[in-house]
């Protein structure tokens, strides 16, 4: 399978223009074959392929307008061809139905505002992980922080540069999944907003909430950043300030999801989960910002991906299954209750239940996996191996990787 590997790189003040300018290029030349494209399709023409627009660009090359293309490296020019290729081949296989999941929209232009991107193969950079260099054609020696070891040699390298201008190189590479020891252990996960995840041994594990603690200097933040006159360089600055604040709320949500998906992953053979429409949930304005500080779609990937990487079963629950309505003891189903109910009795058996951990409970039993004389199994499905790329913790935040913790 493929993992995604990303490093931090601290460029100087020369490699900084010199990325920038790397990235206008590569902007500059999607654009204009995008533009191509569209053009070819309004005159009834069919969509010129990757060779005609390779050769295009060539020709480009030599004109006076766009003579300066030729002084970055051909290399990230070609692959945003290549990119170009690939999302009009996701769009129509989208519209013809040959592709899985939601609709792909046709290619759109790329702004210089955005996260910004560069792609170079194997005869475009060269590694040094003895030394702390990575080498880009046309750029130089980069100083990168190695916080991990590759697995293996990659065969190409992203460079990005985020909306907080930071800059990273991300690699893809092979990667074999190491098989856990079995411990034949279980564990049912109810995900609420008081408590992020609760167990179904008890256990309850609150969520950072980072959105929640920067609320108040984020709003702030805002108002500065809408004053500033449109152009102007102190809008510039409050524009960074605001995007280094949204990259700082992000990290700490992702290392505490990992840091949480991982411990469950070795410390349990089978994971279970309930299936949440969120997307239906968002709807609510009283806890959509809530329910998008919380991260439970990114929970969820983690859990299927680090399963499939070492070994470890992760079913998902049908929505509808009752697992609040229905006693954990008796299996008597009690009806709907508020959620302001945090305790509640069963009439049947007199057994005392904890609303989440109650849940909890029947969201195992419903998986499959009980402990007691009267499970009862519900609608469930296996999610399919695939390959999800996890991308690694950069040193400045202090996240411990998946691969360390597992161990």
């Known amino acids: 399978m493929k993992l995604r590997y990303r490093y931090r790189i601290y460029p100087n003040t020369q490699q900084k223009r010199l990325i920038s300018q790397l990235f206008g290029c590569c902007r500059v030349v999607f654009n204009d074959a995008l533009a191509h494209c569209q053009e070819a399709y309004l005159k009834g023409h069919k969509k010129p392929s990757s060779n005609e627009l390779s050769k295009r660009l060539t020709e480009l090359k030599k004109t006076e307008e766009k003579i300066w293309l030729g002084e970055v490296s051909s290399i990230p020019l070609q692959q945003s061809l290549r990119d170009l290729e690939q999302a009009y081949s ?170 949480l998906s991982t411990k469950i992953i070795r410390e349990n053979q089978t994971i279970v989960l309930e299936d949440l429409q969120v997307s239906g949930m968002m709807k609510n304005r009283r806890l959509s910002r809530a329910i998008s500080d919380l991260g439970w779609r990114t929970f969820r990937t983690m859990l299927e991906a680090k399963s499939v990487m070492y070994g470890r079963n992760f079913r998902v629950i049908d929505r509808w299954e009752p697992t609040s309505q229905r006693c954990s003891c008796c299996g008597l189903k009690g009806g709907k209750k508020e959620l302001s109910v945090r305790e509640w009795t069963c009439l049947n058996c007199g057994a005392q239940h904890d609303r989440d951990v109650n849940a909890a409970i029947n969201i195992k039993v419903a998986g499959g996996h009980s402990e007691t004389l009267n499970g009862r199994g519900g609608r469930r499905k296996t999610t399919a191996k695939v390959a999800v790329a996890i991308e690694a913790s950069t040193p400045e935040f202090k996240q411990l990787s998946i691969f360390d913790l597992l161990k």
Do not use: M
């Open 90 to 259: 996701n769009f129509f296989k989208s519209c013809k139905g040959q592709r899985k999941g939601q609709k792909v929209k046709p290619p759109r232009f790329k702004k210089r505002k955005s996260k910004q991107s560069a792609k170079f193969t194997d005869n475009g950079f060269k590694l040094y992980p003895e030394s702390d260099y990575i080498y880009l054609a046309k750029i130089g020696d980069i100083k990168v922080i190695w916080s991990r070891e590759l697995p293996a040699i990659p065969s190409s390298v992203t460079i990005i540069k985020d909306s907080a201008d930071r800059y990273f190189v991300s690699f893809v590479v092979e990667f074999n999944p190491k098989q856990l020891p079995k411990n034949g252990s279980s564990v049912g996960i109810d995900l609420g907003i008081t408590d992020f995840a609760t167990l179904s041994n008890g256990d309850k594990v609150k969520s950072p909430k980072p959105l929640k603690k920067q609320l108040k200097r984020l709003r702030k933040l805002q108002r500065n950043l809408s004053r500033k006159q449109k152009g102007s360089k102190r809008r510039e600055v409050a524009r960074k300030k605001l995007a280094q604040l949204h990259a700082k709320i992000s990290d700490t949500r992702k290392d505490f999801l990992h840091k």
